[in-house]
């Protein structure tokens, strides 16, 4: 190839690329998608976990929302109120009040105090046990199948099976709710940090089927109803429930029961 030929095919490639490079660039200024300093400022104070206990698929996600309008800006529950603070300084508005929340497990049937109704051999997970006769080997059917699904859900290693069962706890758990969606039985559920009487037990079967298919549950008796002078026990379906707002705390129905499931901590 001759010199000329070699100068223009230079020219010709050199051409391209900067029309090319110019057409990018304008293309970028006008189709560029403006982000709002705010999502960045407020994607900066979050915790960055993108556990999605917030509700969207990620940190980002809450961001772009809370700038939006679409989420509160203490849509964080593992930030809590600190971070609902910065957020709340970020987009001019007071954060309010936040309530601490920690994950509880609604069942004492460990190894020693559930029966089981045969021995499972099967893949070590609560869903896909949750599937088998009965609902899982053990008499309960709504008892924890201690197959540690919660677990592998956790994030923050708030949550670990214990004789069988799984144990929140309390200070390490940022109440996220992965371990609520994990759980196939629908034992877990968030309660807010400072209560401290609650029923371990999520079975409705009558008293005398409860008393040949777990030691620890609860058999419907009233005596905790009858002995609450706050009012704050009702039994319902023959499984006795707290009401946190009305409850003083004095422990005399932790006392009167005789099945010791509910517990003052």
């Known amino acids: 190839m001759s010199m000329t030929g070699i100068i223009l095919a230079a020219v010709v490639v050199g051409g391209t690329g900067l029309f090319i490079g110019v057409f990018l660039g304008i293309a970028g200024k006008k189709f560029a998608v403006k982000v709002d300093e705010r999502e960045e ?7 960055g976990n993108n556990c999605g206990g917030c509700g ?15 989420a509160e800006v203490s849509g964080c529950p593992v930030g809590g109120a600190p971070v ?12 309010g009040t936040q309530e601490r ?4 497990v609604k069942c004492a049937g460990t190894c ?13 997970d ?32 708030a949550i670990h099976v214990v004789d069988g069962i799984a144990v929140v706890d309390k200070e390490a758990c940022k109440a996220c ?19 401290k009487t609650f029923v371990r037990c ?17 058999i419907g008796c009233r005596l905790c109803e009858k002995n609450c002078e706050a009012g704050a026990i009702t039994v319902t379906n023959f499984l006795a429930h707290i009401d946190a707002d009305k409850c003083t705390e004095c422990g005399v129905c932790v006392e009167k029961c005789p099945r010791k499931i509910i517990t003052l901590r």
Do not use: R, W
């Not at 969207?56 to 679409?70: D, T």
């Open 41 to 47: 400022a407020i994607l900066g104070v979050l915790p």
């Open 56 to 70: 969207y698929a990620g940190c980002s996600g809450l961001a772009a929302a809370i700038v939006k309008g679409e």
């Open 84 to 95: 609902a603070a910065k957020i709340g300084d970020i987009m001019g508005v007071a954060a």
């Open 101 to 104: 929340q920690t994950a509880f």
């Open 112 to 124: 020693e105090k559930a029966s089981l109704d045969y021995d499972y051999t099967g893949i070590q």
């Open 126 to 157: 609560c869903t896909m046990a949750s599937m088998m006769q009965n609902g899982g080997a053990k008499g309960c059917n709504s008892g924890c199948l201690g197959f540690g699904s919660c677990v592998a859900a956790c994030p923050f290693d």
């Open 177 to 195: 709710g992965k371990c609520i969606a994990a759980c196939p039985k629908h034992l877990i559920e968030l309660i807010p940090y400072e209560q």
């Open 202 to 218: 999520n079975s409705n079967a009558k008293g005398k089927v409860q008393l040949t298919i777990c030691q620890a549950g609860c």
